[in-house]
């Protein structure tokens, strides 16, 4: 839609029309406007699946491996497919936004939001995030950049300044986001925190180099109450507040106006982007009827399938894998997390998937009517209780598994009741005269023993079992990250011995408090194991069986939005039980089930170790494919994974005095490694390059490989630059681009890596904006940063 015809819109509205356009109508939609045929834009979060508007259980969405699987990919025209399957359920749920990808960079192995961010480099993040934003876009839907920028880490990330000089932040943090802007990204997303000093809803930094050195003609929306004052962020090229109807915008901005401290046209220019997004989702009048194709439940299964077997990581293989089902008669399988695998990270981006397929249910279905498979769970984990399901509970008033929730008013009298499948409620509806939110549901105890039991949310809260009180309190909210406040809050519990099978009611009521939040849990977990019995029984299990699978990760408690990490460790006994199954039988399979880095202390000792990252809701199906050899791993890491935390040269995510320093410059992910000179715990026939190029022009990379392996495999060939002697501060080495190629066992191939420009060039402060130095680079091409093969120069000419 042209400027003109949006300026003709624009000149029907009155100021006060405008302006509330520019703020969100509800939590998830933009206002709309009869007078000029604007329908209300509904956006919502999306990286791991797209959710739609409501925080319900009852409505599915299809679980796509988390984004660090699909930085592990290395493969853009999958991560363009998959954006395409996010589109197709933007569709089917009336999504016209959908908030990812998140092109935040892997800074420190301790961030919280690690799994929601695609690696540690600049340039595969880039790539990465374009691909996936390509697929989104090109069925309608639009895509939006987020956090931008500099928000890496989760601890304090509402209040952080964080301290970055203008070569790193144009170099690596910024350069994400320039690479989704020349993708045709329609949203940028402005972060909580702030840079040097600003905060990103009122950072220069969105005028330029955004909008105006960019050429970006999108939307660019604050993250969910990140809009703190109204004159600041009205003079800056922030467009649209969200969530709404209130917002520090809406009358106060309209005052703005009137008194002079905001210019009307800079309202008229965010108006304008507005209604452009609408032009481009077809919420202008004519309204366009979206054309996206309805998928198969079948085809988007095998695709989700197929996509966390390419994120899968072959770590380690003594010659264990792949597993040959006609040699096996008993397979353990072991492990917490093989029965209740994490496929998803914590926080806003969770979605509700109804049909999740186990790790153990991938290895019974592969080898049903073959071998026998053992399930031993091994110790308990050591986390508060998950929220109840249809597992365990039912509806006390209709007898279906699931729950029972209420709405009572202050007199406790009934206003709604229904039937919910989960003890999570996030948003439930709320009638007027709405005080408490009760969850109730019958539990069947077994095991018996002694339970533990939780209710969760912020103000009064009770929880009762079979009507006796176990917890009862008034607990405060004590902070206003919107990621624990309404999806996380902290759940307060208590034990109780239950004896017998004899079903008993539990009830949690939560009353309804301002800025409590609205989310409310009732949870519960049986008796735990005492953990050297649970030890010795996995290892009985693993020493009578052909092979152990045993199955180890992290907890939402660990990885999830609103904190930060404290450590790298697994915890609950998870490294001594690997090491214990190890030690019983040399056929052990390690699956690591985590978003990010975790310390794995036995990596030596396992026959074989593989990364599986979040898998998304095919978990179980993508691990059998690959455990009995009817796929190749075909992941690589897209981060650096440290032996141990304090091998990791940048690890601070914690501020000092308000601010947290990027000391590290432009040196992070695998350019910290190789200027420490320390190893990662990870470790051609021929190469074809130029001998010369023109600065400001691309060049190819051209690499025959060959599969000496007894398989048909994929290479992912990586190409780095350096330059000795450089007149500027350099990385040792950085990464330059890649291209993979699959070969039959004993064939050859050749991969083609495209060079940009960018990455020859490198931010001058003196001269205020980018240069080349002339003179000769060191190429250099390999598996890894840490595994290069082959090394050559390429000499750069002036244009």
Known sequence: MDDETLDRLIGKLSLEQKVRLLTGATTWRTAGEAAIGLREMVTSDGPAGVRGEAWDERRSSALLPSASALGAMWDEDLVEEL??????????????????????????????????????????????????????????????????VANDSETDRLTVDVRVSERALREVYLAPFEAAVEAGVWLVMAGYNSVNGATMTASPLLADPLKGEWGFDGVVVSDWAATRSTEATGRAALDLAMPGPESPWGAALVRAVRDGTVDEKAVDDKVRRVLRLAGRVGALEPHRPRRVPVRPARRTRALLRRAARAGSVLLRNTGVLPLDPGGLSTVAVIGVHAAYPRTQGG???????????????????????????????????????????????????????????????????????????????????????????????????????????????????????DEHLLLQGDFPRET????????????????????????????????????????????????????????????????????????????????????????????????????????????????????????????????????????????????????????EPAG??????????????????????????YRAGIHIGHRAWLRAGREPAWEYEAVDAPADVTAGDPFTVRVRVRNTGGRHGREVVQVYLSRPGSAVERPVRWFAGYAAVTAGPGRTATAEAEIPPRALRHWSREAGGWSTETGTFRLWVGRSAGDLRWEGTVTVTGP
């Open 347 to 465: 926080g806003s981006a969770g979605v509700f998937c109804s049909d999740v397929v186990t790790p153990l249910a991938g290895v019974r279905a592969r080898l049903r009517g073959r071998a026998r498979v053992v399930h031993v769970p091994g110790p308990s984990l050591g986390v508060p209780p998950p929220p109840v399901d249809t597992g365990r509970c039912s509806d006390p008033r209709s007898g279906a598994p699931g729950v029972l929730l209420r709405v009572l008013d202050d007199a406790g009298r009934e206003l709604r009741a229904e039937h919910r499948l989960s003890g999570r409620q996030l948003e439930p509806d709320l009638p007027p005269g709405a005080h408490t939110v009760e969850i109730s549901a019958v539990l069947r105890p077994e095991p018996t023993g002694e339970w533990t039991f939780g209710v969760g949310g912020f103000g009064r809260m009770t929880l009762t079992v």
């Open 83 to 148: 954006g395409g399957l996010l589109a197709t359920e933007a569709a089917r749920k009336g999504v016209d936004v959908v908030l990812a990808p998140t092109l935040n960079l892997h800074r420190s192995p301790l961030g919280g939001r690690h799994f929601e961010c695609f690696s540690e480099d600049p340039e595969l993040t880039g790539r990465t995030g374009a691909a996936l934003i390509r697929g989104v876009q090109g069925l309608g839907v639009a895509a939006t950049a987020k956090h931008y």
């Open 636 to 661: 690589r890491l897209p981060t650096t994974w440290a032996a141990s935390l304090t091998d990791a040269p940048v690890t601070r995510t914690r501020p000092v005095d308000g601010g947290l320093d």
């Open 480 to 631: 206003d990250d919107p990621a624990v406040v309404h999806v996380n809050p902290p759940v307060h519990t208590a034990r109780m011995p239950l004896p017998s099978k004899r079903p008993v009611r539990v009830v949690a009521r939560r009353e309804l408090v301002p800025g409590g939040g609205r989310a409310t849990v009732l949870a519960a977990a049986p008796p735990e194991p005492d953990p050297a019995a649970a030890l010795d029984a996995a290892v009985r299990a693993a020493r009578n069986a052909d092979a152990a699978i045993v199955v180890v990760g992290t907890t939402e408690h660990g990885e999830t939005e609103g904190r930060d990490r404290a450590g790298l460790s697994l915890g609950g006994h998870q490294d001594e039980l690997v090491r214990a199954v190890a030690a019983a039988n040399p056929r052990t399979v390690a699956v690591v089930n985590s978003g990010g880095p975790v310390d794995m202390p036995w990596r030596e000792d396992v026959g074989a170790l593989l990364l599986t990252w979040f898998p998304g809701q095919e978990a179980g199906g993508a691990l059998a494919d690959v455990l009995f050899g009817l796929a």
